[in-house]
């Protein structure tokens, strides 16, 4: 398993400028819970699961790069890109802003099954120039086909 096959098109996207870490959780909150609405699965549960588990300890890796997890109760496991053109301050390791935010929600009980997959994403994404890339080709599509061709070089490896 690799990101790309959480991530859909509808969940990736670039966003000029947000004032704030709270309003970039928010904005991938929406973006991993607008498919499963009627499921009484909303977003600002997803928000809180996500500051929940950022009040635990930073999820930046530096390099601009962010990586916020949780588990809820959901049936399957799903991501969301959201890449900013102006940077955020967060707590990052570098103290470099932030413009490459991707969010992991995962089932309830099965956070210890994606712990691989966390490592997986450290190694790959934690690229100086990754944002940049990405947000150079700005088609989701695009971004999802880089990604995907990012793990298979990390698997031939």
């Known amino acids: 398993m690799n990101i790309v096959t959480l991530l859909s098109t509808d969940r990736v996207t670039c966003i000029d400028e947000l ?5 970039a959780f928010e904005k991938l909150a929406v973006l991993l819970s607008q498919e499963d ?3 009484g699965f909303d977003h600002e549960s997803v928000f809180n699961a996500l500051i929940a588990r950022e ?3 930073s999820t930046a890796l530096g390099n601009g790069i962010v990586l916020p997890h949780a588990s809820l109760n959901v049936p399957e496991a799903k991501a969301a890109l959201l890449l900013l053109e102006e940077g955020i ?7 470099k802003p932030v413009h490459l935010l991707l ?3 995962v089932p309830n009980g099965q956070a210890e099954d994606y712990q691989p997959l966390l490592s ?6 934690n690229r100086k120039t990754l944002a940049k890339t990405l947000l150079e080709l700005g ?17 031939a490896a």
Do not use: C, H, N, W
């Not at 088609?139 to 698997?155: C, G, N, R, T, W």
């Open 120 to 125: 997986d994403l450290a190694i790959v994404l």
């Open 55 to 57: 009040k635990l300890g």
């Open 89 to 95: 301050e967060m707590d990052t390791p570098d103290k």
């Open 139 to 155: 088609d989701p599509a695009l971004i999802l086909d880089y990604l995907s061709s990012l793990f298979v070089q990390k698997i």
């Open 37 to 39: 609405s009627e499921l």
């Open 19 to 23: 004032s704030s870490k709270k309003r």
């Open 103 to 105: 969010a992991l929600i």
